[in-house]
């Protein structure tokens, strides 16, 4: 190690599944991080909000004082991995007023006070670097920001939600019912104890909003986001799925609308098999780009954990730190595009409907008939079961959610239809 190296002293805030991670590696792969950045990286401070010994941290760095850190004018750089809106974004606006870069796991906190966090880095010339937000280990954040940077993207669909991904294999694979994974995912300590943000999509609806903002250099926060988690899809749905050669998954979605809008949203999705999202099985993440000129790209890796986690965080501390040794700071957040969400009742998809009918003359012609009233048109109907209780399986060419919305309504409240069971949004060609 060359003795004559800058040191460059880290604070970290929190110290839990990741931050544990961060600080093993930082003593594990001194040598190359220093080779690579051309400074000593020496984790000073750890805060922590219960003062019980971390293991692999040296007790005497550990600290309940998390304020002490962010003022520490010894400290160049720190690593906000406690989550959570406060005191999280108070104590990074102060570390960012004392000229300390900042790097962050914490997606709900960008995806709700980006704007004025950037804003802050922008003022005081420091960096607030994020690559560890979005699908942890996976690089794409940085791939958006700078490989992409001098292309039009397009459209950005993600499987960002590791527990969800996890649930929803499962029950396609072995045939389970949600509750039933959910209670297995969090035994393995997949699922949070408090599973909703997961289920319900809101962490995916921050990490969409995150991507949307890149992709389109405007912000987008999580309240923007319309959002529909999978605690409604039942095996029969899945079964469903299957009988078509495809498969359900939770999507991130972000796209260019024809009236150059952006359409951001987190809902179940229907993919063929052929789709590459459809392949991504387990607990594992991966988003696929779509662009004007490198077409279309995925990138594929672990999305949650520890050590993975870590990986983004620490490629962030090199960055950063080579950007110190050159008293410079990378490009920050673009939003010179601020173009405006287009609400969803407008967008555009294609949709699997699922019902139950009676099974007399006449039924399919009415179904279709209420179909056509809203003006969607139907591109296969498939009955299953015979009887009093009849399954319909109706699949839509595309259509406007106001339209489906307005179409349900009319089914739901029709003599011959038992229940609307479920309404899936489609992509790619499932039949
Ligand atoms: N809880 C998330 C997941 C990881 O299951 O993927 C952190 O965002």
């Known amino acids: 190690m060359d003795a ?20 093993r590696l930082l003593q594990s792969d001194r040598q190359e991080l220093s080779d690579r950045s051309g400074a000593l990286l020496v984790l000073k401070r750890v805060g922590v909000r219960s003062n019980t010994p971390r293991e692999g941290i040296d007790a005497a760095m550990v600290t309940s004082d998390l304020h002490s850190i962010v ?14 809106i406060e005191p999280a974004r108070t104590l990074i606006l102060e570390a960012i007023k004392n000229k300390k870069s900042v790097i962050t796991a914490n997606k709900a906190l960008l995806a709700t006070h980006g704007h004025e966090l950037f804003n802050a880095a922008d003022a005081a010339k420091v960096d607030l670097y994020y690559e560890a937000a979005v699908a942890g280990a996976i690089p794409i954040i940085r791939s958006m920001r700078e490989s992409l940077a001098g292309d039009q993207i397009t459209r950005v669909m993600g499987i960002v939600n590791g527990t969800t991904n996890y649930i929803l294999t499962k029950m396609h694979e072995e045939g389970r019912e949600f509750a039933d994974v959910l209670k297995e995912a969090q035994t393995l300590g997949y699922a ?10 809101f962490d995916a609806a921050a990490k969409a909003a995150l991507l949307a903002s890149l992709a389109f250099h405007s912000t987008v926060t999580i309240d923007e986001v319309y959002c529909e988690g999978i ?22 979605i972000a796209e260019i609308t024809v009236k150059d809008e952006i359409s951001v949203r987190v809902h179940p999705v229907m993919l063929p098999h052929s789709h590459p999202l459809a392949s991504v099985r387990d607990a594992f993440n991966a988003i696929y780009v779509e662009s004007e000129a490198a077409g279309e790209l995925m990138f594929y890796g672990r999305g949650a954990g520890g050590a993975p986690t870590a990986s ?3 490629g962030d501390l090199v960055a950063v730190t080579r950007h110190r040794a050159y008293s410079t700071v ?10 405006d969400i287009a609400p969803m009742s407008e967008v555009k998809s294609q949709f699997f409907v699922r019902l139950h009918v009676a099974d007399i003359s006449g039924v399919l012609a009415s179904i279709a008939q209420t179909f056509a009233s809203e003006g969607i048109s139907i591109q296969t109907v498939r009955q299953a079961g015979i009887g009093k209780d009849a399954e319909l399986i109706v699949v839509t060419h595309s259509a406007t959610e106001a339209a489906l919305t307005s179409c349900l309504n009319k089914l739901e409240s029709m003599e011959i239809v038992t229940k609307v069971e479920s309404a899936i949004r489609v992509e790619g060609a499932v039949s």
């Open 231 to 252: 605690s409604k899809i039942s095996i029969a749905d899945i079964n469903a799925a299957k009988a078509m050669n495809a498969v359900i998954k939770l999507l991130a």
């Open 192 to 201: 949070e104890a408090d599973p909703t943000a997961d289920i319900e999509g």
């Open 330 to 339: 990378g490009y920050g957040e673009s939003d010179y595009a601020d173009l």
């Open 71 to 84: 003022t520490d004018p010894e400290i160049n750089i720190v690593i906000e991995v406690m989550g959570g």
């Open 4 to 23: 004559g190296l800058k040191t460059i002293s880290i604070g970290m805030l929190g110290a839990g599944v990741v931050g544990s991670q961060v600080a």
């Open 312 to 314: 983004a965080i620490l």
